[in-house]
């Protein structure tokens, strides 16, 4: 079944009129993508910090700490301010194994006051289990948090 993701940006829109805290709507946006998508095994947020990525609100086994910019699958998309959507993940240069049983992943950048904040980071145990259906409707729903949070 495929993620619905306008009941999930709808969903989430309802929780950042309740509490705009960016930590706040990262930990609902976490668990309502860990109850909503399939074959998914984390989902979570890095948050930009002392010039690393430290790990903020998410699901799943326990995750790396301090990621460094350009490293890794969340330091790449930090750095080159995009989103990535990687088939799989032990093909790309320089991965960081958190979870050894990930084989693909999508993360997505997320600005507060035209700068990358954070990152959205969802792993899968599947290979090739992002679509772009998939990156269009988790960059939406990002930018929801980019619009709401108050950081």
Not at 3 to 23: P, W
Not at 39 to 50: I, M, P
Not at 75 to 95: N, S
């Amino acid at each position: 079944m495929e993620t619905d993701y306008s009941i999930l940006a709808a969903q989430l829109k309802e929780l950042a009129d309740i509490d705009r805290n960016h930590i706040s709507m990262m930990a609902n946006a976490s668990a309502l993508l860990m109850q909503t998508m399939e074959q998914v095994n984390w989902a979570g947020f890095y948050l930009v910090k002392d010039g690393m990525l430290k790990v903020g609100p998410f699901q799943g086994k326990p995750a790396c700490v301090l990621i460094g910019r350009g490293k890794g699958v969340c330091g790449t998309a930090w750095e080159k301010e995009t989103t990535l959507v990687v088939r799989d993940v032990h093909a790309f240069p320089g991965h960081i194994a958190c979870d050894s049983a990930s084989r693909s992943e999508i993360v997505i950048p997320i600005r507060s006051d035209g700068k990358i904040a954070a990152v959205l980071d969802i792993d899968s145990p599947v290979e090739n289990r992002f679509s772009e259906k998939d990156r269009e409707g988790l960059e939406v729903f990002v930018r929801i948090i980019e619009e709401k949070a108050v950081w």
